[in-house]
């Protein structure tokens, strides 16, 4: 015959009640500290909403800016100012040194930097 467990009852954790409370008190100042600061009523759920919202709309406009930024990099690998300090102007033997800051990077790594302009191939013109 096969075990069978005991019967669980789920006991609420003391650390969610206690975030829950924390949380409860911080949104119990906010809105006390704008009806205290503007004199009008507002709505606890309504304003945390809002506030919520708004910090959302924060953080998406925020990491939409970043990840536009991130596309717009051009690697060392594939800059015209790199070049392999040991065969002049040829790329692909390991290292890469960039004629603009004289830094040294390895070419599998994709390192960028804000100046960084793509060299152009014989390919880019033909589509």
């Known amino acids: 015959m096969a075990y069978i467990l005991p019967i669980w009852t789920e006991f609420p954790n003391p650390i969610d009640d206690a975030i829950k409370m924390i ?3 911080q949104e119990n100042r906010i809105v006390c500290t704008v ?21 959302d709309q924060y953080e998406k406009g ?4 970043c990840n536009a930024a991130l596309l717009e990099r051009v690697c060392c690998k ?8 040991y065969l002049g102007t040829l790329k ?14 390895h ?6 930097c804000k100046d960084g302009e793509r ?7 033909e589509a």
């Open 62 to 65: 925020y990491y939409d800016g």
């Open 107 to 112: 070419e599998s790594e994709n390192f960028y």
């Open 23 to 25: 949380k409860d008190e």
């Open 35 to 55: 009806q205290s600061t503007l004199g009008i009523h507002v709505d606890k759920h309504e304003l945390m909403k809002a506030l919520a919202y708004d910090r």
């Open 92 to 105: 692909g033997q390991g290292y890469l040194k960039c004629r603009r800051y004289a830094i040294i990077t």
């Open 119 to 125: 060299e152009e191939t014989e390919d880019d013109g």
């Open 78 to 85: 594939d800059c015209k100012e790199a070049y392999d300090p």
